[in-house]
């Protein structure tokens, strides 16, 4: 059974049975005037309701959020006393900062960026300490970060190689491709996944 074209699936259970990247889904919404705006898992839902009901257009209010602040991260001065915004956005002057204050090593992590989107009013100051709080506790071996559910792919390598330590990347990606062209719904690791090739 080959994963059909999103423009040609005709039910949201049809639509529930295959893994669709966030941008195929962003796209479908796009062409079809649904809101796109939340999480993949948000998405897939509205469009599967549309598809229930008929594709409908959704009032303008919804198509997208407006931040309410106009600080432009991409070129303003930052510091550390620099008030997060609901304008946030990641860059490579919001990049250079945090390497200046937390080191070469600093990178953007989903817990990092959740930070980030749910803490404005709080201070760049804060989010350095957050890093530092994070990347500590990343040191600890028994450590696992929380994957978001709309992070299948992260989440299904995590899980193979809890299960398939001596696996190389490329063998737990070649495992992931045959995974998601499978009607399944929500794309899990299964032992029985070393079966499909």
Known sequence: MTRPDIKNIETGDELKLWYWLKQELVDFCKLTQISYVGSKFDILDRIAEALYKGIIKPKKATLKVKPTS???????QL?????ITDS???GQNTRKF????CGDKFHFSIPFMDFMKNNCDKTLHDAVNEWHK????????????????GNQYNKY?????????SMTVQQAREYWKLKRSLPLGRHIYERTD????
């Open 157 to 165: 390598l995590r899980d193979f190689f809890a299960d398939n330590p």
């Open 194 to 197: 070393l079966e499909l090739r």
């Open 70 to 76: 106009n600080f432009l991260w991409s070129k303003s």
């Open 88 to 90: 946030y956005t990641n």
């Open 134 to 149: 994070l990347n500590e506790k990343g040191k600890d071996k028994n450590f696992k970060s929380e994957i978001p559910a």
């Open 79 to 83: 510091n550390l006393e620099t008030v």
């Open 98 to 101: 945090f390497k200046e204050h």
